[in-house]
């Protein structure tokens, strides 16, 4: 620390040195009309280049020089990339040149120059003006990857930025998966909408929500789980095809697949079912792979991943015998399948309910090994209580999640219209929350009332962003697809 303070002192002794100078270290009067991708672009596959022929303004920050007496090389880093800068006293005139002398690398500098090839043969920008717009305070960090506390990477996201530009590169896929999800959706004549992010009721998903006051209002508020009440409400309302792209916030734990605050896409399409929606999302996250990165297969974390058509679609139910050391007869008898969760280590209490159960046992034996992209359907009603029951089989709901690489991406079901139905499953919920269950439902009597009005059969849809991104980015954490994520206090 005392170092870094040292290093602090002198730049700023070196600011202090510039205003007495009479000069602005933090200028806001240069503009660049190029960037580092346009000279790559013009003169990356040519060899010999007129230096009368174009002149480039570059601006960006120092990354690293390497000095000559009266000559030095500079890497330049802007928005598009980097380039080598080559500054020579003769050309830029001495007092110029003893100016440059002074800049650190982390400084934000214009330059404009020429280009030419170096004796490797490395694509270069003569400098012919060279000027300092920003001096940097605190150094860059060597070897940022070698810092001890990992942390340090997200609480300083704007060095990680600068300093790694496969950082950068996820977040400009992150952009981009964002824009190709927008586009396909506004293409198939889906509406983008904006909800409340504050609910009187928090609902849409089973999660313990964040609260706040509103003053004036003298009330509690809750910061939404889910956006679909709202969405559902706009499908009664005429507006049959609906989406929103935006943030949830769940007051949960923290870990490589969750951040309290992440981003969801929504979507409810009228006269439409889940297994339609199968499809649909089949269409776009093969869209997507192919857009982004030009192939359907891809690696993530060591595995090979295929969109490729179609996926695979198995029943809860299924996919525990399938991937559990447990017979149906044991799994179908409740004693029996609660006895067996016990044997793999699940502490359950006595009276967890059939759904619930059998939704543990899938997470412990079967959720983990679907690293393909499988649809698992056939959820029990206990745990779907916005769902439409199946015609076929009231114990279960015609839903469906979406599991790639051992996680859950999305989360989608023929809703439930019928009000009647609607209603006494939020009081089975209102039981459960009175019984200790934080993540059950509240009773919603606006939203029942907008039932009664009339949802037509309708079909909908949540996918985790954040975890799509990291799938498609072969990224280990969602920490690495979140710009700023929550972490604990820093310690001093």
């Known amino acids: 620390m005392e170092e870094l303070s040292e290093l602090l002192m002198q730049r700023r002794r070196k600011v202090d040195a510039l205003w007495e100078a009479g000069v602005n270290p933090y200028p806001n009067d240069f503009r660049p009309l190029n960037t580092s991708a346009d000279i790559l672009a013009a003169y990356g596959d040519k060899e010999q280049i007129d230096p009368n022929e174009t002149n480039f303004v570059v601006a960006g920050r120092i990354l690293a020089r390497r000095s000559f007496g009266k000559a030095a090389f500079i890497q330049l880093q802007d928005r598009k990339g980097r380039i080598q800068i080559y500054v020579k006293k003769d050309e830029i ?121 509103h003053n004036t209002l003298d009330m509690d508020l809750y910061l939404r789980v889910a956006p679909e009440l709202y969405l559902k409400r706009l499908v009664v309302g005429g507006l049959e095809r609906v989406f929103e792209i935006n943030r949830n916030f769940r007051n949960e734990g923290i870990s490589v697949r969750h951040n309290p605050e992440f981003t969801m896409m929504e979507f409810y399409q009228a006269y439409a079912t889940y297994e339609d929606l199968m499809d649909f999302t089949e269409e776009l996250f093969c869209h997507v792979a192919q857009e982004l990165l030009g192939t359907l297969a891809f690696s993530n974390q060591g595995l090979t991943i295929s969109f490729e058509r179609p996926w695979k679609r198995l ?104 009000p009647i139905d609607q209603k006494e499953r939020f009081l089975a919920q209102v039981a459960e929350k009175d019984k200790g269950d934080e993540e059950a439902h509240y009773m919603d009597e606006d939203y029942v009332r907008a039932l009664e009005y009339g949802l037509p059969p309708t079909a909908g849809e949540g996918i985790g962003i954040d975890r799509l991104v990291m799938l498609l980015t072969d990224s280990p954490s969602i920490r690495d697809v979140i710009l700023f994520p929550q972490l604990r206090k820093e310690t001093k």
């Open 93 to 213: 005139g001495e007092d110029a040149f003893a100016s440059f002398e002074t800049f650190d690398i982390g400084d934000i500098i214009g330059v404009e120059g020429y280009p030419f090839r170096t004796k490797t043969g490395e694509l270069s920008l003569h400098a012919r003006l060279i000027r300092l717009l920003v001096k940097s305070l605190l150094p860059l960090p060597e070897k940022f990857h070698g810092l001890t506390d990992v942390e340090t990477r997200y609480r300083q996201r704007y060095v990680d930025l600068i300093v790694n530009p496969e950082v950068r590169e996820i977040f400009i896929k992150r952009s981009r998966i964002v824009n190709l999800i927008r586009s396909f959706m506004t293409d198939r004549d889906f509406l983008e909408v904006e909800t409340p992010m504050m609910h009187q009721i928090p609902g849409g998903a089973t999660a313990r929500p964040f609260i706040t006051h």
């Open 315 to 418: 029943t809860v139910r299924d996919a525990i015998l399938a991937y559990g050391d447990i017979e149906a007869k044991q799994l179908d008898d409740r004693d029996l399948a609660l006895a067996y969760a016990r044997s793999i280590g699940l502490a359950l209490p006595d009276g967890i309910g059939y759904g619930k159960l059998i939704m543990e046992i899938f997470e412990e034996v079967a959720e983990h090994k679907l690293i393909q992209p499988t649809f698992i359907t056939a959820y029990p009603t206990e745990v779907s209580p916005l769902s439409r029951k199946s015609d076929l089989d009231p114990d279960i709901v015609d839903r469906f999640e979406l599991i790639v690489a051992g996680r859950e991406i999305a989360n989608a079901f023929s809703e439930l219209n019928d």
